[in-house]
């Protein structure tokens, strides 16, 4: 296969798409109506960068903007929350947040204690030297 074509199978893959299979506290007429969407590397960065506060990483954050990146419909594949409602997200409660997240970890691949680690490598690689 000519590199070109194994460049085309990359760029024309489509995100992996997964019904959420669990039943939220309070939310119970949502079952069978959410899905999750694969996050991008992009959307995995984002996160991590906006899970950066004063004291340094806030996992209730980077949580809030996984549930935001990738909760969506099932009917439809729609993007329920939007960037601007992270803070809103992360309010939700840990019993609605973690069986979500877990399950968005779990679809794309994302090691949580890979992520702590990253992020603190990007912290220290952008911090200004003396």
């Known amino acids: 296969m000519k590199p070109a074509e194994i460049r085309a199978k990359f760029f024309n893959r489509r995100l992996k798409v997964q019904d959420l299979e669990v039943t939220l506290p309070g939310?119970?007429?949502?079952?069978g109506k959410l899905a999750l969407r694969e996050l991008t590397a992009k959307e995995v960065v984002q996160a991590e960068r906006l899970s950066k506060?004063?004291?340094g990483r806030n996992e209730a954050l980077e949580t809030a903007a996984f549930v935001t990146y990738s909760l969506i419909t099932r009917e439809?594949?729609?993007q329920i929350f939007s960037e601007?409602?992270?803070d809103g997200v992360a309010g939700f409660g840990m019993s609605?947040?973690?069986?979500?997240?877990?399950?968005?970890?779990?679809?794309?691949?994302i090691d949580a204690d890979e992520t702590q680690k990253n992020l603190k490598q990007t912290t220290s690689n952008t911090s200004p030297t003396s």
């Open 27 to 31: 939310l119970e007429g949502l079952n």
């Open 84 to 86: 601007q409602d992270i």
């Open 96 to 109: 609605v947040l973690t069986p979500i997240a877990e399950k968005i970890r779990e679809l794309s691949a």
């Open 53 to 55: 506060d004063e004291t």
């Open 76 to 78: 439809g594949n729609e």
